[in-house]
């Protein structure tokens, strides 16, 4: 039985996702000393919107095009059939080579730092990056693995009854951060 979910507080909506992404593209940028040598990845699903939407807004800042790509992490998870008895198989579409390059990890929700761990698996049977940095809308804290992002659209502190919902315009129709508590 699924269980029933209702919203807590709405936390962003999209005039505040925009501007987060706005800024994390400018921290990206500001690290790495401009846009060579950077990839984007998203962790699919929500990471793939993430990434297109820094991608563009790198675009709009330095006027060059990063490659963008998803990964799929499934097989990858520690957790795979509890929390994916019927795994959703999409392919992981990455088109360019990781090998040398830095890598902008992006995910929209960091929570235990599992997703991560097997995304870091996933994307260093690519190639081998000359570094991977972590992009995320959300860190609502709780880590259980020693992973920490490098830009954060915002902090939320949340309790483990609690879910964070990031919805994205691309898959959900619209683009909102709410926290979600148990009926």
Not at 25 to 44: C, P, T, Y
Not at 64 to 85: C, E, Q, S, W
Request: with cysteine; hydrophobic share 40%.
């Amino acid at each position: 039985m699924k269980e029933r979910m209702r919203e807590k507080a709405k936390i962003m909506d999209e005039q505040a996702i925009g501007r987060a992404v706005k800024r994390i593209s400018h921290e990206i940028l500001e690290k790495n000393n401009g846009a060579d040598g950077l990839v984007l990845i998203g962790i699919r699903r929500r990471g793939v919107p993430m990434a297109e939407r820094i991608a563009e807004g790198i675009r709009n800042i330095e006027g060059v095009r990063l490659p963008v790509g998803a990964l799929n992490i499934t097989f990858y998870r520690d957790d795979l059939t509890k929390a994916h008895p019927q795994p959703e198989l999409k392919a992981s579409e990455i088109t360019f080579p990781v090998e040398g390059k830095t890598v902008i990890l992006c995910d929209d929700v960091i929570y235990t730092g599992r997703t991560v761990r097997a995304a870091i698996d996933a994307l260093f049977d690519l190639g081998r990056p000359c570094a991977v940095r972590l992009a995320v809308m959300i860190d609502r804290g709780l880590r259980e693995l020693p992973i920490r992002p490098d830009f954060v659209g915002k902090n939320i502190p949340t309790s483990h009854t609690e879910m964070v919902s990031v919805r994205f315009r691309e898959i959900d129709g619209e683009d909102s951060v709410s926290i979600l508590i148990r009926e």
